[in-house]
């Protein structure tokens, strides 16, 4: 069951989750929790959780998703990680391990114990990006769907949140199958965030 520590400040709150070894048994390189969050950030990014190279440089999407998913939002490093901007919340904050066709699944423990507490101090967001099938999961309302489903209702909950496919390169033959996700989606979500931080902000991907 969550807390929500109201004698912490922000920055106690966010320090502790930095520190957290919930999960230290089941990680194989051990905690390594990495966020990006500030109470001034107008754009949350949750994705599932973070991939090795993460883990080992503590910067998140710092892998080809990343690239991917800047690309689809139309901004360069500079802008993603201002975290006075863009805040970073993956549904598990450290590294869990691979598996056979791939990294495995967030550590279940992690979402319970700190997420609502988290977001309920992020009161600027306008835009929530929610990333492959465990974001979906917490994040969208209504009966539990498909990824491929819910990005295909993704104007049932535009514009402040929007359900993506992972930006994997795993997630390549997805792109091509779906052709109109790129015509279509994409630029909505472009002049959303130009809409947000301003047209300087953002560049034509």
């Known amino acids: 069951m969550t807390e929500f520590y109201p004698s912490l400040s922000f920055d106690e709150l966010v320090t502790r989750v930095r520190r957290c070894t919930l999960c230290e048994e089941h990680l194989p390189l051990g905690p390594r ?3 990006q969050l500030s109470e001034s950030s107008r754009i949350l ?3 599932q959780a973070p991939g090795r190279r993460v883990h080992e440089t503590g910067l998140p999407f710092n892998d080809p998703s990343g690239d991917r998913l800047r690309d689809w939002m139309g901004i360069g490093r500079d802008v993603f990680y201002d975290e006075s901007t863009l805040a970073i919340l993956p549904m598990g904050f450290c590294y869990p391990g691979t598996g056979k066709s791939g990294d495995l699944p967030p550590r279940p ?3 319970p114990a700190w997420r ?3 977001l309920a101090r992020l009161k600027h967001i306008e835009l929530t990006l929610v990333i492959g099938q465990y974001a979906h999961a917490w994040h969208l309302s209504g009966p539990r769907k498909s990824v491929t489903d819910n990005v295909k209702d993704w104007e049932k909950h535009w514009p402040e949140v929007l359900p993506l496919p992972h930006p994997s390169p795993r997630n390549n033959l997805w792109l091509r199958k779906n052709p109109w996700f790129e015509k279509d989606v994409i630029p ?3 002049q959303r965030v130009g ?4 047209p300087f ?3 034509n991907a």
């Open 116 to 118: 609502e507490a988290l």
């Open 195 to 198: 809409d947000i931080l301003g």
């Open 33 to 35: 929790p990495v966020v």
């Open 201 to 203: 902000s953002t560049h």
């Open 188 to 190: 909505a979500l472009q």
């Open 109 to 111: 423990e992690c979402a």
């Open 45 to 47: 990014v949750v994705g």
